[in-house]
Every structure is written in structure tokens, then in C-alpha cells.
């Protein structure tokens, strides 16, 4: 009677754990990811899980970004409202319900959803959380010990994470378990000395000249474009003040934020700073918002962080300009393919995003000693946003003509299909251009970026000092100004704005100058591997090539809806 009833037991153990699948499919832990194992989590410490549920109706959001983003569509910039996307993606209810209770039966939670219904946001105990998921949780320090003066611990799961085989069916993932910060490794720059006439680097009437900005500003009160900040970057009012009376003289503009979304207090970040600076001078006179995700105390993945807020506010700005990425393979495909949607459900209420590519060229993942691969980048690589990449000028002393800046990030995703729209200008990319041995990158993929501008010797002004600093970081906020301001002419002509920019940029390519010089991007230096060349035309270094403004507002100005 006992050997039975041991039997018993040990049938309905196995038979629980036959009845649990991992949700995702790549569960890359965090001390894969540059984190140092510290110790097991406190039980009673809390833990915030996100449950992103499975959306309903996909395919409809496939079909109407395409028409609402396609210019030559009679359906061009007929923009839907966040409610209206609510009532296409929403969970099915019941589902919604035995997620519920499913997260519930692990103790006392608290949970709130989103406005589309389609995430689920949990705090719980830690205990609840390994007892939910069937994992343990521990605390995980990065390896650089101080990041913006705060230390980086964080809690996390120390082995994979399972869930019931019924609960998979209605997930996509869970976030607060696996994923964590991508700590920028990226080194300070050093102060610069000041010169009168700064004849030598990039400060925002050398880009205005370039690409025929002029003295043209916005004008439109409705106009917004924002900076997405995250991991503790905040901008100083004092800096921005100062650079525009600097660099300023020659054009209209503001001279503040007209407003702050999230945490903006402690020392100033580079990034926060540059993105400023630039944004608002190139998108010179337009209203905009600083929106800052939170900092590492709140345990949770700040990108994640900023998506869930998006889905949950009805007014956005029209243009959001982000450097933050991390590489495809350190997430999962289910993690990436819904963010995509994320980013799709933005398009379809008008919003342009921006993503810089990266300053890695095509980069290089070491298999072993003797097996490599180029490196892509996410979200630079999603098929849902507009990647730049960056240039220089061909001489110190010269702002006449610009070549690829071989760091510029660019390639081949390595998880997404190539889009219809970008498959004819990089086919004759491939078809023309010598490029890298095809065991390196997927030539059938998502290419990247799609356009560029200067992304090296930018002037900005941090903690009252003049630095010197580079990046596709310095790009992005470049191309995001010009890109509102399109959007301001629009405006002021009774039009929409111009939403998903892709579509409209493939179709216009003659609104970039093209960038066909330069170095080919780095990639595997250690084994003399180069990336990509430059070429005519779309190339993976500088995509288009850099914005020519009238050529821009032309081309924007003559779709209508």
C-alpha cells in the first residue's frame, strides 16, 4: 500500500512537469549577459513580472499599416486612435481571465492592465514568483561595479522559467524574469577646449548647412517630438540653456523641454544631453517632450518599461528619437516579434520612430576560435522603425562632402524577413556590390539602416563644459528634427503627419544626398574580417544616405489624404 501510494506521487510529479513548457523559446540568463551571480533572493522580496498576452486579429494589423503607411494608398495617413487599435488586438477575455487565476493560485499579487488589455503587469513576492514560474530568483551584479553612480544589482531569475502548457497557448512572454538593462560600455569623453569660430567638428549650424535646413524652424503648435531616454541618462535645462546661446544664434528656437515624462534628477548623461541639444535644433522651434524610463532600482527591463507606457497613453508625440539597442541573440524571438507588434501599433496611430543603429559596423559574434558571424542589432533591426547610421565629413576642415564613419551599425537581421518595400533598392545592393562571404550575414533578411547623417565631432555642452563626442547616437536626433519638421509642414497644410517613415523613404530616394565613400564598416577586427562597402544607391553602412531638407518637405508635401 505505501510502495502505491509512493508510485502515485511520483506519476503526478512527472506528470506535472510533462504539463509545463518553457514559454520562450532563447532563455538567455543573466550571467550570459555580462552579470555576476550574487545570491538567492530573499523570499520576501517583490518582484514585478509584465504577462504580455497573445493579441487577437494580427494579420489585420499587418494589412492596415501597410495601406495607412503606404503613400501611394488612398488610405495613406488615415491614422486609428489607441481605442480603436484596442477593440482589433484584445486577448480574448476568457483568456484573460485563467491567466488571472493562474498568477493568483501563486499568493498574494497585485496586477493592473494596460489600455489595449494585451499586457497583464504583476507584483508579487519572490516565493510566488519561483513557485509560478518553477525557477529561482537571485540577485545579479553587472560586472562594472557603477553606472551613473548607482550600483547594478538587480533581481532575476537564476535558471530558466517554465509555465503550464494551457498558460503557453495564451503568452507570448514573460518580462522582469530573464532580460536585463544593456549597460552601455561606452567610455566618457574627455573636455575640449572651446575656439571662437569652431572651425574644426560638427555643432548645428554646420548640420543646417549641410543639409540645406537654412534658417527654417517649425511653426506649428500641435508639432511634438520627444528624446526616450533610459538607465538614469537625464538632461540638464541649465546645458541646453547654455548650448542654445552658444550654438543658437543663428535660428529660432526654445530653449527649454515643454515637458518631462518620468525621472529627470541626478547628474547629466551624455546621451541625454546630445539628444537634446540636436533634436532640438534641428527640429528647431517644435515642441519637446524628455521622456526617461526609470532607473535600474526598479528591477524591471526599461525598454519593456517604455513600450507598456506608449501602449497605455492616448496622446504621443509624432516623433520619437531612441539610441538604445542590444544584439538579436541576446533576446528571445517571441521577446523581439512582440515588441515588432508594439512598434506596428505605433505606426498605426502615426507615430515615427527612430532607433540609432549601433556603433559596432556589421559587428562579430565569436563562436569559437576559428567560427565567426556578423553581429545584428535590436531594435535597429526591426522591420517597424527607421534605423540611421552615420557618416563624417571626408576631411577635418571640410564640410563639403561626407563618407560612411566605418562604426556606423548595419546589416542583416538575423530573426526578420525582408520587407517588400526595402527589397528592390537592396537587391541591387547585392547584385552590384562586393560584399562579405554570404556565411557571414543573411542576404534574404531585414536590412539596415535605412538612412544616415554626420555622427562624428559633435559639440554638446555637459555639466557647463564643451565636449567632443561621436556615435549613430549623435545621428539619430539629427535625422528626428528634420523628420518633424516635414511633419510641420504637413501640419500647417491641414495634413497628417507622416507616420511610419519606411514606405515613404524607399519610394523617395532622391531626397537623400548619397553617401558613396567611405571605408567599409568594421567588423571582426581580431581576424581582419571587414563589413559592408558603401555604394550607390541604399548600401548597409549609410542606407539612402544623408536628408537633403527641400527635397524632404517636396516629397512629404505632395501626399495627401
Not at 537564476?158 to 502548457?165: A, C, G, K, L, Q
Amino acid at each position: 500500500m505505501m510502495l502505491s501510494l509512493v508510485v502515485l506521487m511520483a506519476t503526478l510529479a512527472l506528470s506535472s512537469q510533462s504539463n509545463r513548457v518553457p514559454l520562450e523559446s532563447r532563455q538567455v540568463l543573466p550571467h550570459q549577459n555580462g552579470w555576476k551571480y550574487l545570491a538567492k533572493a530573499d523570499p520576501a522580496d517583490t518582484v514585478t513580472l509584465v504577462l504580455a498576452l497573445k493579441q487577437q486579429n494580427l494579420e489585420t494589423i499587418d494589412r492596415l499599416l501597410d495601406m495607412i503607411s503606404d503613400p501611394r494608398s488612398p488610405h495613406y495617413g488615415r491614422y486609428l486612435t489607441i481605442d480603436q487599435i484596442a477593440q482589433i488586438v484584445r486577448p480574448k477575455q476568457s483568456d484573460v481571465e485563467k491567466v488571472l487565476g493562474w498568477v493568483e493560485s501563486a499568493g498574494r499579487v497585485n496586477c493592473e492592465t494596460v489600455t489595449t488589455g494585451d499586457f497583464i503587469k504583476c507584483t508579487m513576492s519572490v516565493k510566488s514568483a519561483e513557485r509560478l514560474l518553477e525557477t529561482e530568483f537571485g540577485y545579479f551584479e553587472h560586472e562594472e561595479s557603477l553606472y551613473a553612480g548607482e550600483h547594478l544589482v538587480i533581481t532575476r531569475a537564476s535558471r530558466e522559467y517554465s509555465v503550464p502548457t494551457k498558460i503557453a497557448r495564451m503568452l507570448d512572454f514573460i518580462g522582469g524574469v530573464l532580460r536585463v538593462p544593456n549597460v552601455s560600455t561606452r567610455q566618457q569623453p574627455t573636455p575640449a577646449p572651446a575656439e571662437k569660430d569652431f572651425r574644426y567638428g560638427v555643432h548645428p549650424d554646420t548640420l543646417r548647412k549641410r543639409y540645406n535646413v537654412s534658417e527654417n524652424v517649425g511653426s506649428n503648435p500641435g508639432n511634438v517630438q520627444a528624446t526616450a531616454q533610459f538607465l538614469n541618462q537625464h538632461y540638464s535645462a541649465k546645458d541646453l540653456k547654455e548650448f542654445m546661446k552658444f550654438f543658437g544664434k543663428g535660428f529660432s528656437h526654445l530653449t527649454e523641454i515643454s515637458k518631462v515624462i518620468g525621472p529627470n534628477s541626478g547628474k547629466p548623461g551624455l546621451e541625454a544631453n546630445l539628444d537634446v541639444q540636436y533634436l532640438m535644433s534641428l527640429g528647431s522651434n517644435i515642441t519637446t517632450v524628455f521622456w526617461s524610463t526609470g532607473g535600474l532600482h526598479e528591477k524591471q527591463e526599461p525598454f519593456l518599461e517604455w513600450a507598456l507606457t506608449l501602449t497605455n497613453t492616448t496622446d504621443l508625440p509624432h516623433v520619437f528619437s531612441v539610441s538604445y539597442g542590444d544584439v538579436e541573440r541576446s533576446l528571445s524571438p517571441e521577446y523581439m516579434t512582440r515588441i515588432n507588434t508594439e512598434f506596428q501599433k505605433l505606426g498605426l496611430r502615426g507615430i515615427s520612430i527612430l532607433f540609432a543603429s549601433g556603433d559596432d559596423g556589421a559587428g562579430c559574434h565569436n563562436f569559437n576560435d576559428t567560427a565567426y558571424t556578423f553581429e545584428p542589432q535590436y531594435p535597429a533591426s526591426s522591420p517597424y522603425v527607421t534605423t540611421v547610421g552615420g557618416t563624417q565629413f571626408t576631411a577635418v576642415f571640410s564640410d563639403v562632402n561626407e563618407e560612411g564613419n566605418d562604426i556606423s551599425g548595419g546589416g542583416f537581421s538575423n530573426q526578420f524577413a525582408m520587407p517588400k518595400w526595402q527589397q528592390e533598392a537592396v537587391g541591387q545592393y547585392l547584385n552590384t556590390s562586393k560584399l562579405p562571404d554570404a556565411k557571414y550575414f543573411n542576404p534574404k533578411m531585414r536590412a539596415y539602416p535605412d538612412v544616415s547623417a554626420m555622427s562624428d565631432d559633435f559639440w554638446i555642452i555637459i555639466d557647463r563644459i564643451l565636449m567632443n563626442v561621436a556615435g549613430t547616437s549623435a545621428a539619430t536626433p539629427t535625422v528626428a528634427g528634420l523628420v518633424s519638421m516635414a511633419n510641420d509642414a504637413r501640419l500647417n497644410a491641414g495634413k497628417p503627419v507622416l507616420g511610419f517613415l519606411n514606405p515613404f523613404i524607399y519610394q523617395n530616394p532622391q531626397i537623400f544626398f548619397d553617401v558613396t565613400l567611405g571605408s567599409p564598416s568594421q567588423a571582426c577586427w581580431l581576424d581582419d574580417l571587414e563589413g559592408y562597402p558603401v555604394a550607390e544607391g541604399w548600401d548597409p553602412v549609410t542606407g539612402f544616405g544623408t536628408p537633403d531638407y527641400n527635397k524632404l518637405i517636396a516629397a512629404a508635401m505632395q501626399y495627401y489624404n
